[in-house]
């Protein structure tokens, strides 16, 4: 009796083909591994949704930059939680909710002495403005 026959090369005859080189163009979003033995991890975020999370984002990033020049107080550490805390939502889920934006608006007018001179805490009230409605 004969044996079965195969539908490919056998393992040996596979290592004994030239390799052909692969090529890829452009990847976006995607994950993927050439050869053997390889593990793919892809970590994605979502990133801000829209043109005016993404601006509120980059405001809130500038006012965090301001903030940490000044000696830390109650009113400062509440609005760089409030700060933190929009910044990981838009990065996470793509937006910032509705309520999240308010409490940061009421701790951005709690602050308001500070931040309202800087030019960051104005792009933050403005974003916020615009986000909300008012």
């Keep these: ?9 056998t ?3 596979q ?10 163009g452009s990847v976006t979003g995607s994950a993927f591994a050439v050869g053997d033995h390889n593990t793919v991890t892809q970590h994605q975020h979502a990133g801000p949704a829209d043109e005016a999370q993404a601006e509120l984002l980059r405001a809130v990033r500038e006012l965090r930059a301001d903030l940490a020049r000044f000696t ?3 009113t400062t550490e509440v609005l ?5 805390s ?3 939502e838009i990065e996470t889920a793509g937006g910032a909710a509705p309520g999240r934006l308010a409490r940061l608006q ?4 709690a602050a308001g002495t500070l931040t309202g001179t ?10 916020l403005r615009a986000l909300l409605g008012g």
Excluded at 106 to 109: G, N, R, S, Y
Aim: net charge negative.
């Design 15 to 24: 290592r004994s083909q030239p390799q052909r080189p692969v090529h890829i």
């Design 106 to 109: 009421q701790a951005l007018t």
């Design 11 to 13: 393992p040996d005859e």
């Design 86 to 88: 929009v910044a990981d």
């Design 1 to 9: 009796m004969s044996p079965a026959p195969t539908s490919g090369p």
């Design 118 to 127: 800087l030019a960051s805490g104005v792009a933050v009230a403005e974003a």
């Design 72 to 74: 830390a107080s109650d």
């Design 80 to 84: 760089d939680a409030e700060l933190v």
